[in-house]
Every structure is written in structure tokens, then in C-alpha cells.
């Protein structure tokens, strides 16, 4: 597949963005000579700038190690055209651009070719971009794919009007929603973890696991992001997404192939089985300044209102309910300006029936998704020695001691490689999107309808006051550290 001419649009190219992510990853993949052997990539943005200038901000973000002649090699590739978002003629310099650039290239227009247009924009340009590039660049003689980022909509209605509009330009065949947690190594190992090893599948129910909790804290606050963050708040940002994903890939039935649609069919029908989240069973948060008043609070930030009541950390309780795993509770936790980085699943077993040993304590499945890729397994042992206690050890896979010579890609380079290879298994579907905003949506307009106060933590610490208690209350077990 890597044979056939392909010309990637980044719109947005002088943002945030396509700076930190996007451009980064398709250096890897330069590197890593994974890319088309014909390529050319074209930056789009309003700012006006020089070709030195665009490839300066597009090496910004790379690593300081990298080789200047990688670095060379690549910038040989970036090309920029400068025009507004909704003008006609401005697309139409692009679309010549890149037939510049394929004629230049003599690439042959009858054979296949690949055009990718890469969203790195704010949404309230999406539908804007979308339709000028359907109707002013949009080549159909060529394969043409349509990467967009969160967020996608705002709710269940505004989502749904999104879709029909892209729907209304481009095939779902042709779109490619990125949820970047789908791209991470422990999140792709999960249905290799899942369908590849009968000890693990054998007992993924209901029958002998008690809890499931997924986990994300991020150290740091929304500094300089707070006017995106205030409308959007947790739940939006990292739950109905990020979180619901993990959660749909931990939960899901076996698909029958690992193609993108069944894989996709089968992610749907969990979501489709999970209720509509209660008030009652979430606890919600805002971070306050930190205890020696060296970090700032979240409406510290100048682009937030002094009245905010926008979620920085909350935490809930899903139920699935079916066969596998009615009963069983999913508790998801996000939050900034917690106590440190850490995004893992933790799959608590049930106790041991009729044990020889009374008062143990449970088994635990850990899969750390960040930052450091390990899974280890909570496992009680005899003390070794001549003692007879016993001792929880864990049997441990820690990617790094394991696999040390492997260097483990960041998300966007193998999601950007699975859009050039046109898989869609990593990327989410426009029936997934809807369910998961179905489960959200109607807990995010009762919060902001009756003004729901989020409770005060510091930045810092590990949550609210309760976070702890609230697991506690809900999985009836209490972690003792054994
Ligand atoms: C983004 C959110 O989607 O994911 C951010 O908008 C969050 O608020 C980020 O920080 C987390 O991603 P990662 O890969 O750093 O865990």
C-alpha cells in the first residue's frame, strides 16, 4: 500500500495541534521509512509565512536528538499554502498546488492515488473546511480520506448534526474520527490481551470479576487552555471519549475477524448496553489553588469566568447490562491537577470462594496505559523463606524491562499509519460516537441546567473530599494494601 502516491493536507498546520502531534508523528513515520515512497504533504492555515517559516514551526516539536538529514529529508516533503477557511479561491490555489505537486512528481492521474485531508482545527471550522474541500479539492478519481479530532459535537444533538453534515459530503467509508487513546500500545494490546490467551478470557465476566476502574490523573492544570476547557469541562474532554473507549474495548464481545467493521459492531453493542449515567452516581470536581499557593486554581486562569462551575475532575459509576456484566460496576475517574500522571484499567477479581485462607485479599489485573506501558497482575504468594505468611507479589510486564529495545510509537504515528494503510478499526465509528454521547447527554444538561457545584480540591491532591469513599460505597471492599 505504501506504493501508491499520496498527498496529505494538514488544515491547521500552524496550530497547536498539527505542531505537537500531527507534523511529530509523520516525522516518526519518515523515519521509521513508513511512509509512501511518493508522498508530499501540503500545510494549510490562515497565517501568512514564509516556507522557512512553516518548516521552522514544523520542526519545533521534534525530538532534539533527531538527525538533521531525517529532519531535511522530511522538510523536502512539507509544503504550505496560506488561505482562509471559507474562501473558495483559496482552496482552489490548494487543490492546484497539489496537482503541482503530483505533476511535478509525474504521477500518473489514472492510476490510484491517495488524498488525505487532515482536520487539525477548532470545530467551529470543521463543516466550513469539510465543505470547501468537497467542493473546491476533492479529487474523485482519487482515494480520499477525512481525518477530524474531538470534539465531536457538544451533545447527543449537536453531534448528530455534525455527522449529517459531513455525512452530507463525505461517505463514512471516507472519514476518519480520531480518539488518540485507541492508538496507544496497552490500549491496542487489550483485545490481543483479551482473545489470544485463555486465562484471561476464561474469566472476563461477571462471575469472577467484582469492579472494573479506569483511571486517568494528569498532574498539570488547563493553564492557557481554559477557554476551551471551561465550555467543554471533563466529562466532555477525556470521559465520553477517551475513557468510554477503553471501557468499550475492555467490555466487548469478541468480534468474529479483526476487521474494522466487526471489530466497530461489536464496541457498539457494549455502548448501546450501558444506561445513561445518573446524577447520583457521579462526584464532581474543580481544582482550587494548591495547598503552599504555588499553583493557581482553575478560575485563577484569566479565560475562565470568576463563577465557572465546570467539572475539572469527576468521577462515575457505569453499569453494562448484559449477559457478561450486569452487576458488575465500572467506576471512571478524570481528572486535572491531581497528584501525579497515570492512566490505568484495573480489573478487581471477585473474592476466593471457600478459601483455605480466610481474609484474603483480592486478585487484580493492572493495565497501566501511561506513562509507563506495564500490566501486572496482583497475585498472592507464600512469603518465600521458611515463614508461612503470605505476601501479594504481582507478575509483572513492564514494556520497558521487557521489551527495551523496541521503541513504542506515540499514538498519532500508528493512527496516521492505520489511515494511510485506509483501516478503520481504530477509529470510531458515527453510531459509537452517538451512543456515547446518548450515555453522557443527559447527565451534562442536568448539570448545567440546575447549576450543579462541583466540590473544591486542591491542586495537587488526590480529588474531592469522597473520591475514595465513593469506590468504597460501591464495590463494598476496601483496598488494604495486601
Ligand atoms: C486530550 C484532552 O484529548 O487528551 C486533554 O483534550 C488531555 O485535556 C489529553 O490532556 C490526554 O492525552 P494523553 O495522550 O496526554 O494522555
Redesign the pocket.
Known sequence: KLDIPTTIVVFGASGDLAKKKTFPALFHLFEQNLLPKRISIVGYARTQMSPEEFHKRVISHFKNDSKKESVDGFLNLCRYVSGKYDVADDFKRLREEIENQEAAANIDKSGERIHVYYMALPPSVFVDVATQVKNNVYDSSCINRLVIE?PFGHDLESSRNLSEDIGALFNESEVFRID??LG?EMVKNIITLRFANVFYEAVWNRHYIDNIQIT?K?PFG?EG?GGY?DEFGIIR??MQ??LLQVLSVVAMNQPKSLGAEDVRDRKTEVLQRILPIQLEDTLLGQYVKSVDGSKPGYKDDDTVPKDSITPTFAQCVLHVDNDRWRGVPWIIKAG?ALDEAK?LIRIQYKDMPNSLFPNLARNELVIQV?PKESMYIKTIVKEPGLSTNLAMSELDLTYKTRYHDVKIPD?YATLILDVLNGDHSNFVRSDELDEAWRIFTPLLHKIESERIKPLPYEYGSRGPEGTYQFVEDRVGYKRTGL
Do not use: G, I, L, P
Request: no cysteine.
Open positions: 474531538k488518540h487513546y496507544k486517568f494528569e488547563t487552555r476547557f474532554d477525556v471519549n477517551h486535572k492512566m501511561s499514538a
